[in-house]
T-cell receptor, first 112, second 115 residues
Framework: KQEVTQIPAALSVPEGENLVLNCSFT??????LQWFRQDPGKGLTSLLLIQSSQREQTSGRLNASLDKSSGRSTLYIAASQPGDSATYLC???????????FGAGTQVVVTP | DTEVTQTPKHLVMGMTNKKSLKCEQH?????MYWYKQKAKKPPELMFV???????INESVPSRFSPECPNSSLLNLHLHALQPEDSALYLC??????????????FGEGSRLTVL
């Protein structure tokens, strides 16, 4: 059974620092991995999707890497801003029918 | 347009009420999903529709009844719910099933409170 873990559970950094968020998964036979952002009481916003054949994906200040062999993905957010404060979740499909297994998330606070 | 629209945003209902949650997307996606999220927990899958047919039911109690009237709409009918069903209900869609094309787009959710 696929298990997804995110460490740390919470992170507080001053504005301008780079953020490093970790995601690990137990079964390396994944199709893809997706990173989401969730603001309190809101839905999920898709940040990046990495296909299993890719090593990294970039969008603006965000960069996500994927190492299937070690069962790890890392989300880097450069030059953090208070608006980056949110919970970040990673997720992988667990079957062919679109069921996503989520990590518990990392709650990020960026202080001005 | 990468928007999934959910209504209502908030819903309060009694245990004997019948209500519905609605979800709409106009991205031409053929897979749609209902997820349930309790406070401080990650989302959990409830149902998957692929090409308007129910593909997955994650052993959800029958008091939750999904419906897919067409490729753009997904409903969740609620009847005789329990207070523990109070949660954020999230709708999502993807071009194909997540394993084929990957990216899921979520709506803002419907916050349900059962009294």
């Amino acid at each position: 059974k696929q298990e997804v873990t995110q460490i740390p559970a919470a992170l507080s950094v001053p504005e301008g620092e780079n953020l490093v968020l970790n995601c690990s998964f137990t079964d390396s036979a994944i199709y893809n991995l997706q990173w989401f952002r969730q603001d309190p009481g809101k839905g999920l916003t898709s940040l990046l999707l990495i296909q299993s054949s890719q090593r990294e994906q970039t969008s603006g200040r965000l960069n996500a890497s994927l190492d299937k062999s070690s069962g790890r993905s890392t989300l880097y957010i450069a030059a953090s801003q208070p608006g980056d404060s949110a919970t970040y979740l990673c997720a992988v499909p667990t079957d062919s029918w679109g069921k996503l297994q989520f990590g518990a998330g990392t709650q990020v606070v960026v202080t001005p | 347009d990468t928007e999934v629209t959910q209504t209502p945003k908030h819903l309060v209902m009694g245990m004997t009420n019948k209500k519905s949650l609605k979800c709409e997307q106009h991205m031409g996606h053929r897979a749609m999903y209902w997820y349930k999220q309790k406070a401080k927990k990650p989302p959990e899958l409830m149902f998957v529709y692929s090409y308007e047919k129910l593909s997955i039911n994650e052993s959800v109690p029958s008091r939750f009844s999904p419906e897919c009237p067409n490729s753009s709409l997904l409903n969740l009918h609620l009847h005789a719910l329990q207070p523990e069903d109070s949660a954020l209900y999230l709708c999502a869609s993807s071009h194909g099933l997540a394993t084929n094309t990957g990216e899921l787009f979520f709506g803002e959710g419907s916050r349900l409170t059962v009294l």
